[in-house]
């Protein structure tokens, strides 16, 4: 690998997405192929070569309303301590500028040490949970939920308008959009779990309830990023056998565009936001 100060960044493209793939799961991280692309098409990553080896990355996600979600800061093992990520992110941070763009990142809390200098406020902080054997797949029928009205209640809790990404989740095979009552989330497919959230409903019991379903509905493992601040929510998940695995910070770097007017249970990834 050549001394940092000459690394060359380029910008990767769909058929990236295996090359990404590899490097994500160096990491141990949850993405599947399916992500990555949505990341090459839907926005700007960049990343650095070795010859033939995609070595590091990083993605910009551009949403509506003038918004941005930093995530997929990757860099392979022989590459790190060297300021390759550092180049990476303020590549995006520079594209995000030319464009007018306020930007979000779910900051692991050495990130957070790392991007508070850099302009990034706290927001709020999550929890990522993980059971490690949901139930038999026989438990109770849930309700499918319609798209249009859980685009219109994640506008709600996030401030601006993501249609596109959760009807590329929707469409995935494997997913499912599920309600019962006022609760409503989507579940998909990970690389080695399957992922729950968003989560939405008006009190935490609601919420408990349509996850611990959805849990004996499904097989294996699963994984959900709840907001730290829903006490009730992730103290009724620990104590139905969910193990809180790590923290994320969620921070922003820019004004304010819109104003949430809901809390959500639980995120779609620190890597969608």
Known sequence: MAATDDIAIVELWPDDAQAGLLLSTEAHWNQNEADWRTFLTDGIV????????????????????????????????????????????????????????????????????????????????????????????????????????????????????????LRAFHGRPGSRLVSDGDAVALVRDGRTARQIGPVFANDATSALALVESIARSERGPLIIDAVHSQTNFVNGLTGAGWSIERPFQRMRQGPPTTQATELPFAVAGPEFG
């Open 46 to 165: 960049f990343g650095v070569r070795d010859g033939a080896q995609l070595g590091a990355t990083a993605a910009l996600l551009p949403y509506s309303a003038g918004n941005a979600w930093i995530s997929m800061v990757l860099v392979t093992a022989s590459w790190r301590r060297r300021g390759i990520a550092t180049k990476l992110v303020d590549a995006c941070l520079d594209a995000a500028r030319k464009r007018g763009l306020t930007t979000w990142l779910d900051a692991t809390p050495a990130g957070a040490a790392v991007y508070g200098p850099l302009g990034f406020t706290p927001t709020i902080e999550l929890r990522r949970l993980r059971l490690a054997n949901a139930g038999s797949g026989a438990g109770a029928s849930l309700v499918t939920a319609s798209i249009d009205e859980f685009i219109a209640r994640d506008r709600r809790t996030i401030g601006f308008e993501r249609g596109r990404l």
